[in-house]
């Protein structure tokens, strides 16, 4: 896709291009090279030299247990929130596209989610399920459950999760409305017309038809899983307790914070890039090949 | 017996009322048409019969069976729509399976009801594609062919040729009429386009405003339009309108118009003094002598289409126009003198509309 | 219509009214203990109704701040974090239109590269290279700054890609017009391509701002002087894992605080916001 009218001058163009490509260099493929290159290094204890060690910082990455430890967090996490927050998103959007007129009403009552930060949402969840004050904590214990996400990991795994899907409903919701509104009403109709009643109409045909948004949002989901939650883990748990909601990227944190381990946490940078950039090429090649019309 | 029976129908959205009461019969096996401008309320009448809209009062029944209560399902009735409405996902086998497989029909008895309609519409290569990879003229014989092996007792069309070219349409319009011919079943079809009207329907609906202008066969709206807007609205080109007055002094009777005079045949119906528009066809005009009972008339423009000649000229201060079968080479400015064949006069009560 | 149903969807309405009621739930939740005494609230014994302590704990939260963590009055953290969403979208706009223009608008050597490293760096938000951009910024002496705050983060694509895209709709006719007319690049981008882009700037705006509002990891990184706490990290650092000493309501007015603007752009602007949304992950 070309333009066939063009300007012809050779030096503006550099210039309007150059503050972008500058600042993405600094700020960008130079710390990103760096990483790649800082993961086949290890530093000596002092500071003082450094040498090249191939492969491994990733070698003793995944010798330990604690990163298999992050990564099932981060999995566990990512299937959860992706899978609570879509079936929510779906069920509310086909509720609302029933509405003829109010279509709209619903969907500013229900998108504004998006606009809170994650880690406020984070504080939110906390104060309402915090053991002691909480006010959904103190009806959980009156039911016999010992609620504490600050000794439990499973409890505190859920608070997470929790605010990470309160956040992700809104979002998924919006886009599956559209697609919703998307479907011309003829289709439907003749789907009437066939014999279809509502629930066979809905899976014999509109779902199919939903199917490249929903797979788009699938992708969105678990790469906002990996990375955007980062605020929520730390507003909530640290990370804890005892490293029960650590997640990989919350991990290249904490590892570099300590300063230690420089080639270990690069490592684990340049693990965690190779995955998005997977995420995202998957997403680019079969999302333009479902799309039906 | 699938007789379809529209009584007292009417149809409000909110306060504008679209709908003012429709009465009409289509009997079994009848090719009906449903022909008006748009916003005259064909296709709303259409999807009431189909069960997608409730009407606000008023009855529909099928088959001599009530339908108001029943839901478009059970109506037992087939729709093609505009825009063709196939199942993207689906190939054109299973977008034509699919109403059949609702219902729970046995495989091999969908098979052979989909090849029989595939065979009928010769879409026998293309079941295994996509709609996406299909033609208009294509996608629209699948539409069709979905509609037939459900074997329904009424075939519902909503402007199904809107979308396609001109050539296509023609070809379309012959399809569908033969395949009217061969299954019989009752048809209802929407169109603004008369000559789709003129040349596939038994009976046509003329429908304008949200009511019913005039029922009747092609012919019948053609020879004897029963008002103004029925008469300009059959027929290509339009015919012809020359407002005036009917007077009687004495002798035969005369149209005063603009500028002039033109006798009339002596059974012309009105009174003295009345308001009227005369109506003539534009294949109703011959050339004659200039005379009392024919349009003095100043040639404008001449388009030849090579099997008839267009005429427009100026009569009675406004455009009139003549179609003859003979080549004419009048050059524009060229005095012409019109007779119009005296059976073929209409003549319309300016206020009303109505017939004389 | 399709199906027979006398009367709105009682159903429907339901469901949406749950959903509607659990996603307000928190909020309204903290705008009470935001009204409250902190005694009342750390008891336990917070009722659901609000209390009397609204304006003295506002007053106190924009003014004066917590008393026992960091003593910022909040009113100045929201104006970090104004001062950086604001920067954080106006800089990404005036960059990816002015990058856009180019790269559709001209034919050069490396046209294509230009693009295409502009475009990967879509793939890697900044939580991925943390630490080696902390170096960078450290190493340039912007630590506890804004611009070090903000430019990092104007580094990425999103912007670019959405003008690029809208550009290509933009038919040729409009520039072989301007060129007769006599009008350069620059004063076809400034009379002719500007006004046409309102819209997709103003969707983006939403976008951005949210984006540079709701910031975490990297002013947690970038900061440590208290003057320089936005919004979002103060609240993280008011809250003190031993909870008597926590100031609930302020740490709830303080979130109340940190909500309202972006949710009323959303909502003032959910137009633009949806259009930017749907736009931007294409």
């Known amino acids: 896709m070309e333009k066939r009218a063009i300007f012809r001058q050779r030096w503006l163009p550099y210039l309007l291009l150059a503050p972008q490509l500058a600042i993405t260099l600094v700020f960008f493929y130079f710390p990103a090279g760096q990483a790649v290159w800082q993961s086949f290094l290890i530093e000596d204890a002092f500071g003082i030299s450094t040498e090249f060690v191939w492969f491994e910082n990733y070698q003793a990455l995944f010798a330990q247990p604690q990163y298999y430890r992050a990564m099932a967090n981060t999995a566990v996490f990512s299937v959860s929130v992706t899978v609570l927050s879509l079936s929510l998103a779906l069920l509310l959007a086909v509720m609302a596209d029933r509405q003829i007129k109010g279509a709209n009403g619903y969907k500013t009552l229900l998108i504004w989610p998006y606009a809170v930060a994650p880690a406020i949402a984070a504080v939110l969840w906390l104060f309402m399920f915090q053991p002691s004050l909480g006010v959904v904590a103190r009806g959980i214990r009156a039911l016999g459950i010992d609620w504490n996400p600050l000794l439990n990991g499973t409890h505190a795994m859920i608070l997470v999760i929790m605010a990470a899907t309160w956040k992700q409903v809104s979002y998924n919701f919006l886009f599956f409305l559209a697609g919703l509104q998307s479907i011309p009403r003829s289709v439907i109709e003749a789907a009437a017309i066939d014999g279809a009643g509502r629930t066979r109409r809905f899976w014999t045909i509109v779902f199919p038809l939903l199917s490249p948004t929903a797979f788009f949002l699938l992708v969105v989901n678990v790469v906002y899983v990996f990375f955007d939650t980062f605020g929520i883990i730390d507003a909530t748990t640290g990370g804890g307790p005892a490293k029960a909601t650590e997640t990989m990227v919350y991990k290249v944190y904490q590892d570099g914070k300590l300063g230690a381990d420089l080639g270990g946490s690069a490592a684990q940078s340049v693990i965690l890039m190779a995955i998005v950039v997977a995420l995202t090429a998957f997403q680019f090649r079969y999302i333009e090949r479902k799309v039906h019309y | ?356 | ?282």
């Open chain 2, 1 to 356: 017996m699938a007789e379809v029976r529209i009584s007292g129908v009417r149809k409000s959205f909110g306060d504008v009322a679209v709908l003012h009461g429709i009465d009409t019969t289509i009997a079994d096996g009848e090719f009906m048409v449903l022909l008006g401008p748009s916003g005259c309320g064909k296709s709303t009448l259409l999807r009431i019969v189909a069960g997608l809209e409730q009407q606000s009062a008023g009855d529909v029944s099928i088959g001599g069976r009530v339908v108001n209560d029943v839901e478009p399902k059970d109506r037992n009735i087939a729709m093609v729509f505009q825009n063709y409405a196939l199942y993207p996902h689906l190939s054109v086998y299973d977008n034509m399976a699919y109403g059949l497989r609702v219902r729970g029909t046995p495989r091999p008895e969908i098979e052979r009801r989909v090849q029989e309609a595939a065979r009928i519409l010769e879409l026998g290569q293309l079941l295994q594609r996509k709609p996406r990879q299909l033609s208009g003229g294509q996608r629209q014989r699948v539409a069709m062919g979905r509609a037939i092996v459900r074997d329904p007792q009424v075939f519902l069309f909503d402007e199904p040729l809107s979308n396609l070219d001109a050539k296509l349409r023609v070809q379309m319009r012959i399809e569908i009429k033969a395949l009217h011919q061969r299954l019989k079943t009752t048809t209802i079809y929407v169109t603004h386009d008369q000559i789709e009207a003129m040349t596939m329907a038994d009976r046509i609906v003329v429908m304008h405003d949200g009511i019913v202008e005039q029922v009747g066969t092609p012919l019948e709206l053609y020879d004897h339009p029963s008002n103004l807007f029925v008469a300009g609205f059959i027929g290509s080109p339009a015919m012809n309108f020359i407002e005036g007055t009917l007077r009687r002094d004495g002798g035969a009777p005369v149209l005063e118009a603009k500028g002039g005079s033109l006798a009339l045949p002596a059974s012309t119906p009105g009174a003295d003094g009345q308001k009227v528009t005369l109506g003539i066809r534009p294949e109703h005009l011959s050339i004659s002598a200039t005379g009392p009972a024919s349009l003095d008339a100043v040639v404008e423009v001449v388009e030849p289409t090579g099997a008839d000649t267009h005429v427009v000229a100026i009569a009675f201060g406004q455009q009139v126009q003549a179609v003859f079968t003979e080549r004419h080479a009048f050059a524009p400015g060229a005095r012409v003198a019109l007779c119009p064949r005296a059976e073929a006069i209409h003549l319309f009560d300016t206020a009303s509309g109505r017939h004389l």
């Open chain 3, 1 to 282: 219509m399709i199906d027979r149903r006398s009367g709105p969807d009682w159903f429907a309405h339901a469901v949406l009214w749950t959903g509607i009621l659990v996603m307000a739930f928190p909020v309204y939740l903290t705008f009470i203990a935001s009204t409250h005494e902190p005694s009342t609230i750390a008891n336990g014994q917070m009722p659901l109704v609000p209390g009397d302590k609204l304006l003295e704990t506002y007053w106190q939260t924009i003014f004066v701040g917590p008393t026992r963590t960091s003593r910022m009055p909040v009113g100045a953290m929201m104006v970090n974090t104004l001062v950086m969403a604001l920067v954080i979208a106006i800089g990404k706009i005036c960059i990816s239109i002015v990058s856009a223009y180019a790269v559709v608008y001209f034919r050069f050597p490396f046209r294509r590269t230009a693009f295409w490293m502009i475009f990967m760096t879509l793939m890697l938000p900044v939580e991925v290279r943390i630490y080696p951009t902390y170096n960078v910024v450290a190493s340039l002496g912007l630590l506890d700054t804004f611009a070090g705050l903000t430019v990092p983060l104007i580094a990425s694509a999103t912007g670019t890609l959405l003008f690029r895209q809208f550009f290509m709709t933009i038919p040729d006719e409009l520039l072989e017009a301007s060129k007769i007319d006599g009008a350069g690049p620059v004063r076809f981008f400034v009379d002719t391509v500007l006004p046409l882009s309102r819209t997709n700037i103003a969707a983006l705006f939403v976008i951005l701002f949210i984006y540079g509002w709701n910031q975490y990891l990297w002013p947690l990184l970038i900061t440590t002087r208290a003057d320089m706490q936005t919004i979002v990290i103060g609240i993280k650092k008011m809250i003190v894992t031993a909870d008597a000493l926590t100031e609930w309501q302020i740490v709830m007015a303080t979130a109340m605080l940190a909500m309202i603007p972006p949710v009323a752009v959303v909502l003032l602007m959910q137009r633009w916001f949806v259009k930017g949304l749907v736009e931007t992950e294409k």
